[in-house]
């Protein structure tokens, strides 16, 4: 073929390839799916505990603690009053077997560690200033922050969040003081109610000597419920009703003292005035 038909067949193809007559198109690659991040779980478990801290061993670790080979675990902290200290371990002991089994680093032994069941005796073979022992101690039980990553898990012992004693806050309440009636009284609330033996009602705080209530018998500590067969629930609508009730010279007013039922006469007075008081009321634990 000469270079004129190569031409000739070039140009016919991008023809083609302009006009649709060949259905071939271009797509770009895709691009790569990027990796999965690390996925880690942190759960709540329980586990085994010497109480030691350990790192692994190099070798100018085994030749500082003359060690034969370089394998085991170094011990470097030491819980007061764990299983570890009472079974005779000190900083500066080498970990080299666990139960008969060559202990080969940090990942392993706190594999063989938690894996034991709370409370079981073990033995470890330790080197201690390069001179070998056998020590046996039970392991411990505590609770565990577990955080696995590939399949891993890592125990991070629990901290312990001291008791927090929260002061006693002053709380502000509203008391209603009129010298129509002469006493200073607030809403009760359910709690309030339930001790005094109501659903709802008036707790008389306080009676000024001299005035109507004083006079009919009303005392600090009782609950007005009714005031002329008409439900009272705040100091306001005592304050409504007794101003509705200005032509009459006495009002029956009904209370509960020690959770009984009690029926009064209020003297109803002319003039009246009413204020409300925003007083500090210490919370109790």
Known sequence: MDNVQKWAQAGILGVALVTGQVGWTYEPPQPPIPPAPDRVVVTRGSGSFLGIGVQE?????????????????????????????????????????YNGERVEGVEQFMRMVRETPPGREVKLSIARNGAPQQLSMKTGSRKTWMTARYGESVDFPRIEIPEINVPDVP????????????????????????????????LVRSVVRGSAAEKSGLRAGDVIVKIDDSPVTSPREISASIRSKRGKKTVPVQIIRDKREVTIQLAVEDQASEMYHAMPKRTEK
């Open 57 to 97: 061993i190099d070798s100018d670790r085994a030749k500082a603690l003359n060690l034969r080979e370089e394998h085991g675990v170094e011990v470097t902290r030491l819980e007061d009053d764990s299983p570890a200290a009472k079974g005779g371990i000190k900083v500066g002991d080498v970990v080299l077997q």
């Open 171 to 202: 709380r502000a309440f509203m008391s209603w003081r009129s010298s129509i009636v002469g006493i200073e009284a607030e809403s009760l609330d359910s709690q309030l109610a339930e001790y005094f033996g109501v659903k709802e009602g008036v």
